[in-house]
């Protein structure tokens, strides 16, 4: 499981499974309407990709892994973990913003259940580096925090 995990989740960062690179499957299986895997795989490598062309994607995503995604994981430090558990995430001049955004979407049903199970509200707080320390940008959360840590001191 987590094999599968780690391999869909690499291929779909680096897009190794947009139809530009494995054509268009949900259409070809409609056309072909394969009885076995083993009709499917001949349709497939007779009329969407080659063969070859699949291989090189697997191997493209080895590398991706191997050496991409293994040299990411070694940078994490603990320190890092920590952060992201409170939700500290550095704000690099506006790249992140859009990401900021979906986040907030994604997650907006999970704080939703939080909020319900625990009684107490999901906060965000943004960071930027500055010299050698991080320093939250979005102090006015920190004036919330308090005023909601207050409303639950009675029910704890």
Request: include cysteine; hydrophobic fraction near 35%; charge should be neutral.
């Amino acid at each position: 499981m987590a094999k599968e995990w780690i391999l869909n989740s690499v291929m779909n960062r680096f897009q190794l499974n947009f139809k530009r690179n494995v054509g268009a499957t949900s259409e070809s299986i409609r056309k072909c309407s394969p009885k076995t895997l083993e009709e499917w795989r001949e349709y497939y490598f007779n009329n969407v990709k080659s063969q070859a062309h699949i291989e090189d994607l697997g191997r493209k995503l080895y590398i991706k892994i191997s050496e991409v995604i293994l040299s990411e994981v070694n940078e994490v430090t603990e320190q890092d973990c920590i952060d992201y558990m409170i939700q500290i995430k550095p704000v690099n001049a506006g790249i992140q913003l859009p990401e900021i955004f979906k986040e907030y979407a994604l997650q907006a049903e999970t704080h939703k259940k939080f909020t319900e199970v625990f009684g107490g509200k999901v906060f965000y707080l943004f960071s930027t580096k500055v010299g050698d320390r991080k320093e939250i940008q979005n102090k006015d959360v920190i004036d919330e925090i308090r005023q909601e840590i207050e409303r639950l001191k009675p029910i704890l």
